[in-house]
T-cell receptor, first 112, second 114 residues
């Protein structure tokens, strides 16, 4: 099983739709979780950190489910500008070495 | 006032050459990283330095040699470039080595080997 897994998509949704992505992780001791957005041929940009109680930033909501070992990202009222690849990042916190493990990304296309 | 800056942005060179990529961060972070993103878009960690100390060294050919003169700089030197080295190389930094804070990325160096 991969350390971090995402559905590659693409998710094609109309403008205004609500869309959700999940990301599963294998290491139950993982402590830190993030969602990044990457536009074509650009650098990953932090979208939001994911907190245990869940958190919201405008149209974006992130949730953590430790029991089932996944995090989710919900985007409400999708905009054309939301089209991008969304990367899930997990820090598995193995002793002594802290690495950020990236998922392969979920591609979102918001259609007019 | 770019937070993490890499140079050059584009690098086109021939097989067998030696090249360097530079990275600087002005965020006051302790930890810096090099990632490789290949044509399949997978971001893979190569190296990480914390306060000039190498802390992560993934299975990378020894043609790749990172150097950190101070905690704000992390450079990557590549010897004897091969076709398979063509990729986008991203530098990143984070506040510390514990991974509790997010990383910030430079805008990448697109390396093409002819």
């Amino acid at each position: 099983r991969k350390e971090v897994e995402q559905d590659p998509g693409p998710f094609n949704v109309p403008e205004g739709a609500t869309v959700a992505f999940n990301c599963t992780y294998s290491n139950s001791a993982s402590q830190s979780f993030f969602w990044y957005r990457q536009d074509c041929r650009k650098e990953p940009k932090l979208l939001m950190s994911v907190y245990s109680s869940g958190n919201e930033d405008g149209r974006f909501t992130a949730q953590l489910n430790r029991a089932s070992q996944y995090i989710s990202l919900l985007i409400r009222d999708s905009k054309l500008s939301d089209s991008a690849t969304y990367l899930c990042v997990v820090n598995p916190t193995t002793s002594g070495t802290y690495k950020y493990i990236f998922g392969t990304g979920t591609r979102l296309k918001v259609l007019a | 006032d770019t937070a993490v800056s890499q140079t050059p942005k584009y690098l086109v060179t021939q097989m067998g050459n030696d090249k360097s990529i530079k990275c600087e961060q002005n965020l006051g972070h302790d930890t810096m990283y090099w990632y490789k993103q290949d044509s399949k878009k997978f971001l893979k960690i190569m190296f990480s330095y914390n306060n000039k100390e190498l802390i992560i060294n993934e299975t990378v050919p020894n043609r790749f040699s990172p150097k950190s003169p101070d905690k704000a700089h992390l450079n990557l030197h590549i010897n004897s470039l091969e076709l398979g080295d063509s990729a986008v190389y991203f530098c990143a930094s984070s506040q510390d080595r514990r991974g509790r804070q997010p990383q910030h990325f430079g805008d990448g160096t697109r390396l093409s080997i002819l």
